[in-house]
């Protein structure tokens, strides 16, 4: 009889651990095609279709946000030699060091998101309005994803929060294009002036953006089934909009 049992004890130990050692093996052959190929990663079975596409629109948001920087300080060269750090490069680096992460510094006195585009356009602020602007930008962008470098299979996107960012873009194109100061200079530059060659590569970003942002949306809204609600605003009298 205990021969037996040993027997019974063995084989319900095979037939327990045999769906195991099938799960082990799959995701070893599974590790072994990402070593060959060079694109598997572990970290991408927690991923779904949508997780890709909403990295993919992250990433793109980044660069676009990163070209806008650049152009910005290029045509405002003058912004960058206020504050502490002289140097365009520098600043560059403290806004994309770390990707999905919020943006606080003492230059824009601490302000985030739609608070530090205000200070940007407020006639008496004395420091970096493309800093100041771009830290407001790159926030509330990175709102609108939650504050989330990369996304997996159970996060989630508001639609609305990507709905109002888009609309801000479009408050925040028209004040760069209307707010100056009290000689009638543009605080920030972004359109040519009236001696220039037509300029029109800062709308094109802008536009991008918004695309991009309102397109995310609409895939949140169908995915979550929850309405969008929609805003309509005249230019002249255009508000900024809370991200939920």
């Not at 909403?54 to 676009?64: I, K």
Request: aromatic content about 10%; hydrophobic content about 45%; charged content about 25%.
């Amino acid at each position: 009889m205990k021969d037996i049992n040993i027997r019974r004890g063995f084989a319900d130990d095979v037939f327990i651990a045999q769906p195991l050692r099938v799960l082990v093996t799959g995701l070893l052959l599974l590790l072994c095609a990402g070593c060959t190929t060079g694109a598997f990663h572990v970290k991408n079975l927690a991923k779904s279709d949508m997780s890709f596409v909403v990295d993919t629109a992250m990433y793109d948001v980044e660069a676009l946000l990163r070209e806008l920087t650049i152009k910005l300080y290029k045509r405002n060269p003058r912004e960058y030699r206020k504050g502490v750090e002289h140097d365009p490069n520098i600043k560059i680096g403290q806004l994309f060091a770390y990707p999905g992460r919020r943006l606080q510094f003492a230059e824009v006195q601490g302000l985030e998101e739609v608070a530090a585009m205000e200070l940007a356009l407020d006639p008496d602020f004395e420091g970096d309005r493309v800093f100041a602007v771009m830290t407001g930008l790159i926030g509330m962008l990175r709102r609108s994803y939650g504050y989330q470098g990369e996304y997996f299979l159970f996060d989630s996107l508001d639609a609305q929060a990507l709905y109002n960012s888009a609309r801000n873009i479009e408050v925040l194109m028209w004040r760069l294009q209307s707010r100056q100061d009290g000689e009638g200079t543009p605080l920030v530059l972004v359109n040519s002036l009236p001696d220039e060659p037509t300029n029109l590569s800062f709308e094109r970003l802008f536009g991008k953006l918004i695309g991009i942002q309102d397109l995310m949306a609409h895939m949140a809204e169908d995915k979550s089934n929850r309405r969008i609600t929609n805003v309509v605003q005249s230019a002249a009298t255009a508000v900024f909009l809370p991200l939920p």
